[in-house]
C-alpha cells in the first residue's frame, strides 16, 4: 500500500481540474454485471449494439486495459473502498441469509463524498451484504443518501438457490416494495430514478452509482427490447443498458450539467461464459453469455478474461475526446480519483491501494499504476508489472509469464527466456501475498 498525496497537493489538483464555474464536479459510475471485454460495439463486439456508450468513450477516453476483480462481491467491494476486497473480508459472494457484509468501519466512497457535501444515490445491485436480513448492510447504512435496487444477483430464486424461497426483493432505502422482483425491467426502472435524481440536484455536487444487475445470466430485458438484438437475449441486455446509459447522459445535458461529471463506466468482472446450466433461462444456452473477445479466462478466473474489463470515462472540457490508452488503471483508482476532485483527501486509518488516475485521464501524464495483483478469493494469483504478467495459480502451478503488450490472449509462456523477470515478479508477489491476513490463507 501507499499513503496517498498531501491535503495542499489534492487542493491544487482540485483547483487545477475544476470546472470552468468552480464548482465541485459531479461524478455517474456505471457498472454492469458480468459484461466481457468483447461486448461492446468499441470493444469489437461485431454484432451487439453499442452507440451510446462507444459514444461515451469516444468523448473522453477508452480504456483496454482497465481492471476489476474476478466476480461480483470482491470487485463491488474494490470499487467503494478503493482497497484490496481482501483488506475489507469481502472475498466471495454473499447471497441471502449470509451473516458476512461490509464492516460499519470501511470508508465508503459515498462516505468520504458526503463529507465534502455531496448528494449520493445507489440504484442496483448491492452484494455487500444481505440487508434483507441484515438492515446494517443496507447502502443508507455506507454512505448512500437514497437507494433503489436489489441485495444481491438476480439469479439467487426458486428453484435454483434453496434458500431464496420467497425470491428476490427490491428494496427502496430500508423498505422492501416488491418480491419477487421483476428483474427484467429493472434497466428501465434504474434509468427513470437516474434522470430523477439528477432533475433533483439543485445546484448540489452528487454521486451517481448506477449498479445493473444485467447482464448476469438469466439475460433479459424489458417488452421494449427483447428480441431486438442480433446477439440474442444477452444482446438485448446490453443494449437496453446501452440505451439507459444514452439516456441518463442526455440528462445531465438537458440540464446544464453535462461539463461539470465525470462519468466512468466498466464491468464489474469478466463474463460467465462457464456457467451451470441452472443459470439459463428456457430456450437459452451459451451462446447467450458474454465474450472476453480476444482475451483468455472467464469470470471467477486470474486469466486477463476474468478481470480485464471494457473500461471508459468521460468530462468534457476536461478530459481530451478521442482517447484510447493501453496503459493499466484499475476499479482500485477510482476511490482517491473521485475523493481527489472532491476536494478530500485519503484516511491515514484506511490508506487505499489506488491512485489518483486524473492528470492521465486528462493526458497530462502517464498512469500511475505500475503493478496490479490478481487476486482470486484470497488467493493472489498473478502480478502485472508494465507488459510482463506472471501467473501462478492452481490450475498452473509452475510460473508461467506473458508479455501483455504482444500477447494479450496469454498464448504463449517466455518465463524460459526471460529468467530474471521471472525472478523480479515471483518477489513481488511473494511479498504481496504475506498482506492477506492469515485466516484467509
Not at 471485454?37 to 480504456?63: E, V
Request: charged share 20%; hydrophobic share 40%; glycine share 10%.
Amino acid at each position: 500500500m501507499r499513503l496517498h498525496l498531501s491535503v495542499a497537493l489534492l487542493a491544487g489538483l482540485l483547483v487545477a481540474f475544476a470546472p470552468a464555474q468552480g464548482r465541485q464536479p459531479n461524478f455517474v459510475v456505471f457498472l454492469t454485471d458480468d459484461q466481457g471485454y468483447g461486448d461492446l460495439s468499441s470493444f469489437g463486439h461485431p454484432t451487439i449494439r453499442t452507440p451510446n456508450i462507444d459514444r461515451l468513450a469516444a468523448d473522453g477516453i477508452r480504456l483496454t486495459s482497465f481492471y476489476a476483480a474476478p466476480v461480483c462481491t470482491p470487485s463491488r467491494a474494490q470499487l467503494l473502498t478503493g482497497r484490496y476486497a481482501f483488506r475489507s473480508k469481502m472475498f466471495v459472494p454473499y447471497g441471502p441469509g449470509a451473516p458476512n457484509g461490509l464492516a460499519a468501519g470501511e470508508i465508503t466512497l459515498a462516505d468520504a463524498l458526503k463529507r465534502q457535501g455531496y448528494r449520493t444515490g445507489m440504484l442496483g445491485k448491492w452484494h455487500l451484504g444481505d440487508f434483507d436480513t441484515r438492515p446494517e448492510f443496507n447502502p443508507l447504512e455506507h454512505g448512500f443518501d437514497t437507494f433503489l435496487g436489489i441485495p444481491y444477483s438476480h439469479d439467487y430464486r426458486r428453484p435454483f438457490v434453496q434458500d431464496a424461497v420467497r425470491g428476490v426483493p427490491l428494496y427502496r432505502g430500508l423498505d422492501q416494495v416488491e418480491r419477487p422482483v421483476e428483474a427484467n425491467t429493472l434497466t428501465q426502472r434504474f434509468t427513470a430514478e437516474a434522470r430523477q435524481f439528477l432533475r433533483e440536484a439543485r445546484g448540489r455536487p452528487f454521486f451517481l452509482y448506477v449498479a445493473y444487475n444485467m447482464p448476469h445470466l438469466p439475460a433479459g430485458a424489458s417488452s421494449a427490447f427483447t428480441g431486438k438484438s442480433t446477439a440474442g437475449r444477452y444482446g438485448d441486455a446490453v443494449e437496453e443498458i446501452d440505451w439507459s446509459v444514452g439516456q441518463v447522459l442526455a440528462e445531465l445535458k438537458a440540464l446544464n450539467l453535462d461539463r461539470d461529471t465525470l462519468a466512468v463506466f466498466f464491468s464489474d468482472n469478466g463474463p460467465w461464459s462457464n456457467a451451470p446450466a441452472r443459470s439459463f433461462q428456457e430456450g437459452q444456452t451459451l451462446w447467450d453469455t458474454g465474450s472476453a473477445g480476444p482475451l483468455r479466462g472467464t469470470k471467477g478466473t486470474s486469466w486477463e478474461g476474468g478481470m480485464r474489463v471494457p473500461a471508459a470515462a468521460r468530462w468534457p472540457g476536461t478530459i481530451p475526446p478521442g482517447q484510447v490508452s493501453s496503459q493499466m488503471a484499475s476499479e482500485l483508482d477510482v476511490f482517491p480519483t473521485l475523493v481527489a476532485l472532491a476536494g478530500g483527501a485519503i484516511s491515514t486509518d484506511h490508506p487505499t491501494d489506488g491512485y489518483d488516475l486524473l492528470p492521465f485521464l486528462a493526458g497530462h501524464a502517464s498512469t500511475p499504476r505500475r503493478e496490479l495483483y490478481y487476486v482470486v478469493d484470497h488467493d493472489v494469483q498473478a502480478v502485472r508489472e508494465g507488459r510482463w504478467k506472471l501467473r501462478i495459480a492452481p490450475d498452473a502451478p509452475q510460473p508461467v509469464l506473458f508479455d501483455l503488450d504482444r500477447d494479450p490472449g496469454e498464448r504463449f509462456d517466455v518465463a524460459s527466456a526471460n529468467a530474471d523477470v521471472v525472478a523480479h515478479l515471483r518477489e513481488r508477489l511473494d511479498r504481496f501475498r504475506t498482506q492477506v491476513p492469515a485466516a484467509a490463507r
